[in-house]
């Protein structure tokens, strides 16, 4: 959400809000051969217009493949990043998944692991892979994570998982309750505390 005409300064001075749509890309780039381009700037974040918004708004917060046309730099206050560019075709990206032996020494292990106690409905030993401020809430408290992942006619498996990042990892998984199939995936975030990887935020991509 930026500030948009009179100022385009402060939403909350009376600037009109403009939501937009923002690529951040995996790494910095620049641009050459625009009047209104300086090469010397390293961004990360491309504004991105669609004539069917909807189709973007179905990819937020995602890690997403994008191919575009008629990139320009900024020339108006309506464009609030260096760079802004059409939507010709979206997709969810598709990380590879890692080996099992690629795991090793990386927070993977740690989300290996919560997924399988989830799978035996072992609450506990789940919980203990969050980070300890986060037991309590009703999502990864330990009573809770049994007594969900214990009713499920189909227990949810871990299928595969891709690195994003040192700290974040793309989990594929797969479970059945009475009324439905899940077929899910989900962002997983860590940290490192005292030498040891601990699940810091888990966020569902697709609803399941």
Request: aromatic share 8%; proline share 7%.
């Amino acid at each position: 959400m930026f500030p948009g005409p009179p100022n385009y300064e402060d939403i909350q001075k009376g600037d009109t809000p403009e939501p937009e749509y923002i690529l951040k890309l995996q790494s910095p780039i620049c641009i050459t051969g625009d009047d209104f381009a300086n090469p010397d700037n390293h961004f990360q974040a491309v504004q991105l217009y669609s004539e069917k918004e909807e189709s973007l708004r179905a990819f937020l917060h995602q890690n997403v493949t994008v191919q575009l046309t008629d990139p320009g730099a900024a020339e108006t206050g309506h464009v609030h990043e260096p760079l802004a560019a059409t939507v010709t075709s979206i997709a969810p990206a598709q990380a590879k998944p890692m080996d099992f032996t690629d795991e090793y020494g990386t927070a993977a292990t740690t989300i290996r692991a919560f997924y399988t106690a989830l799978h035996d409905a072992q609450g506990a030993d789940a919980a203990a892979m969050v980070i300890p401020e986060k037991r309590t809430m009703p999502a990864f408290s330990p009573s809770n994570l049994t007594r969900f992942y214990g009713s499920l006619t189909d227990p949810i498996t871990m299928l595969d998982i891709a690195q994003e990042n040192d700290s974040t990892f793309i989990v594929h998984y797969h479970y059945a309750i009475k009324s439905r199939v899940c077929d899910g995936r989900a962002t997983v975030t860590t940290t490192m505390r005292d030498g040891r990887n601990y699940i810091q935020g888990i966020r569902a991509m697709n609803g399941c």
